[in-house]
């Protein structure tokens, strides 16, 4: 098995790997995104067995993915916990990356569970519908006021004090021409497809979870 310490950087990544049956060492420093690519996809052709230890990083998705279509481990380590391991107190690329390589080595490298690319994106659609739900918030409060002013309120009462939900009385509503009519209008105009905006990522997640 080859196993590579990767010092991870958006523009490079310092490695070094070694080989567990011949115990040959080396040290390259890949460029993204092209001779990366190249250097595994090489590995793979070579049918070699790769595990590869990295910190965690948020610009590391594109080579995350490469690793999992290519059937290498990887392995994501604490940031913080990796720290507390160099016993230097230079800091290089260099020795970056043959510290988290002899964490691997030696069995002592801090892994961390990381969730995977269908678990992520169903984050990041449940996070979308939580912002809609906010911007949809904030404009309902706003049309909140605007029957309030004209002392038509709706029975129908939510934590204790009466809400506005009825849309229908915004149409007869009148008021003067100017900035207040076209903020109303625009108020309106926006809450009412949020309506709707916050309807569908909540089916669509609520579908991806039901069939886990």
Not at 67 to 72: A, D, Q
Not at 165 to 171: A, P, Q, S, V
Request: hydrophobic share 35%; charged share 30%; net charge positive.
């Amino acid at each position: 098995m080859l196993i590579i310490g990767c010092d991870y950087h958006p523009g490079f990544q310092q490695i070094a790997c070694v080989d567990t049956e011949t115990g040959e060492l080396s040290e390259r420093r890949l460029a993204h995104r092209e001779q990366a690519e190249q250097f595994y996809r090489e590995l793979k052709q070579q049918n070699r067995s790769v595990r590869v230890g990295m910190e965690s990083s948020e610009q590391s998705r594109w080579f995350e993915r490469l690793l999992r279509e290519l059937g290498f481990e990887l392995w994501i380590g604490d940031p913080a916990e990796i720290r507390t391991k160099r016993v230097r107190k230079q800091k290089t690329d260099r020795q970056d990356a043959q510290l988290i390589l002899q964490l691997l080595l030696e069995n002592r490298f801090p892994r961390i569970w990381v969730p995977d690319a269908e678990n992520r994106d169903l984050r990041q659609l449940l996070w979308h519908r939580h912002r809609l739900v906010q911007m949809r918030t904030r404009v309902m409060n706003q049309l909140h006021v605007v029957p309030l002013m004209k002392a038509c309120v709706a029975r129908r009462r939510c934590g204790g004090r009466p809400v506005a939900r009825n849309w229908k009385l915004l149409h007869w509503l009148r008021g003067p021409a100017g900035c207040t009519e076209k903020r109303r209008l625009e108020c309106h105009n926006r809450g009412e497809p949020l309506r709707h905006r916050t309807d569908s990522p909540h089916e669509t997640a609520h579908g991806q979870g039901s069939g886990r």
